[in-house]
């Protein structure tokens, strides 16, 4: 994003304007806030609270993006492999 | 160390008042529960998925009147949704006509940018998710231990 373009931006007025590939990376954030909110409704109180929150966050944080990673892989197996393979078979 | 004295201070129950609460602002039932840690972070979590989706979509990711169902996931988070609609049903008064030209945008400056494509479905798709998990937070504030105050009291004087 253009200098130009982000002093124009206005905060919440106006939505973000983000470069194609990097949307991607918007993933981390919300892995880490869905964590943070799930942990914290699950999680009962107990001695060493603290250190088992922020350890089951990070865990589950990673295993979202983990989980969604394998999923873009086999999504993408699917249609640019089995896909065009079955048509091929279907046409003869 | 306290010890409850009766059976209904050491299993879960109906706390209407918790979940009432929680439904209010995130975070607001487990506190009115005696579970500070619990609150601030589902404070923090769902607080961040919020702000993150409006930094994203702008306020118009959240639009009661056009994409009512996205809404109806982010009503979970409380008032604070149907005051954001509120006011971006307000900005809305100032956006260009369908037939604006150049000159309109000389004279007229709109007070938001609506968004299209990728920024309004993330944007959405945040403060909706944020929406949902706030119920998750509800419904373990309605149905859970008394207050920590409550049983501490009760165990102090049994009568």
Known sequence: ?92 | MQTPTTQSDTSECAQPLAGLFALVVPGLGHLWLREPRRALMIFLGIGTLTLGGLLIGGIDAVDRREDRWWFVGQAGIGPAAWLLDAWDQHLKKTDPPSNATGEWFETHEPARTKSLAHSNEIGSLWIVIAGMLNVIAVIDAAWHLPPKHKIARRSEDPS
């Not at chain 1, 943070?36 to 089951?56: F, H, L, N």
């Not at chain 1, 989980?67 to 091929?88: K, N, Q, R, Y």
């Open chain 1, 1 to 92: 994003m253009s200098l130009l373009l982000l002093a124009a931006w206005r905060p919440i007025l106006d939505p973000i304007s983000l470069p194609g590939n990097a949307w991607w990376f918007t993933l981390v954030p919300l892995a880490l806030g869905i964590a943070m909110s799930y942990k914290a409704s699950r999680m009962t109180e107990c001695p060493g609270w603290w250190k088992q929150y922020v350890r089951g966050t990070i865990i589950m944080s990673v295993q979202i993006i983990a989980l969604l990673l394998v999923l873009s892989v086999g999504l993408h197996l699917i249609v640019e492999i089995f896909a065009p393979f079955v048509a091929t078979e279907l046409n003869g």
